[in-house]
T-cell receptor, first 112, second 113 residues
């Protein structure tokens, strides 16, 4: 079946540092790929997504590229802020929004 | 904002008692989902609904039942709560335009003592 693997962390960075959170997946067909962010005490918010190979999703300075050859969707940001402290989930779904599979989440802490 | 609310937001109950969690959406979405979130597991699907009175099981459905008598409401019931059901529960809807995407409510933190 489909699966998502991501580094569990926690990841601790200083403000303005470069961020990479690795995500790899196993899936049949051509899934859509997502990054969701969960701030403390809140639900999951869609951060970005990509629906086909070589697509780049981007939002709020975060980026991730759908790499089919390496089955990866790594999340990057050039300069993190304290306000980026949250848990980040990599996920995939089929094209109908069914069969969502989530990674375990990566907790990011950004220190001033 | 997908217009999803969940109630209650926090609940503490005792083992063996019934518990019902409510998810309410305001945008007439057909598909709704219940997940539980546990450390190290990400989110796991409990049940989902694809229309009024149409529901199906997810990955971790044992001990849970659901009902959907109106488009806007999706109820999750724990018939006899156990400590292993202590978790954070999230409701989600499938996007109407971006049909490959799910949007989540704020969650309910349930503690079973």
């Amino acid at each position: 079946g489909n699966s998502v693997t991501q580094m569990e962390g926690p990841v601790t960075l200083s403000e303005e540092a470069f961020l990479t959170i690795n995500c790899t997946y196993t899936a049949t067909g051509y899934p859509s790929l997502f990054w969701y962010v969960q701030y403390p005490g809140e639900g999951l918010q869609l951060l970005l997504k990509a629906t086909k190979a070589d697509d780049k999703g981007s939002n709020k300075g975060f980026e991730a590229t759908y790499r089919k050859e390496t089955t990866s969707f790594h999340l990057e940001k050039g300069s993190v802020q304290v306000s980026d402290s949250a848990v980040y989930f990599c996920a995939l779904s089929d094209n109908y929004g069914q069969n969502f599979v989530f990674g375990p989440g990566t907790r990011l802490s950004v220190l001033p | 904002d997908a217009g999803i609310t969940q109630s209650p937001r926090h609940k503490v109950t005792e083992t063996g008692t019934p518990v019902t969690l409510r998810c309410h959406q305001t945008e007439n979405h057909r598909y709704m989902y219940w997940y539980r979130q546990d450390p190290g597991h990400g989110l796991r699907l409990i049940h989902y609904s694809y229309g009024v009175k149409d529901t199906d099981k997810g990955e971790v459905s044992d001990g849970y039942s659901v009902s959907r008598s109106k488009t806007e409401d999706f109820l999750l019931t724990l018939e006899s709560a156990t400590s292993s059901q202590t978790s954070v529960y999230f409701c989600a809807i499938r996007g109407a335009v971006s049909t490959d995407t799910q949007y989540f409510g704020p969650g309910t933190r349930l503690t079973v003592l």
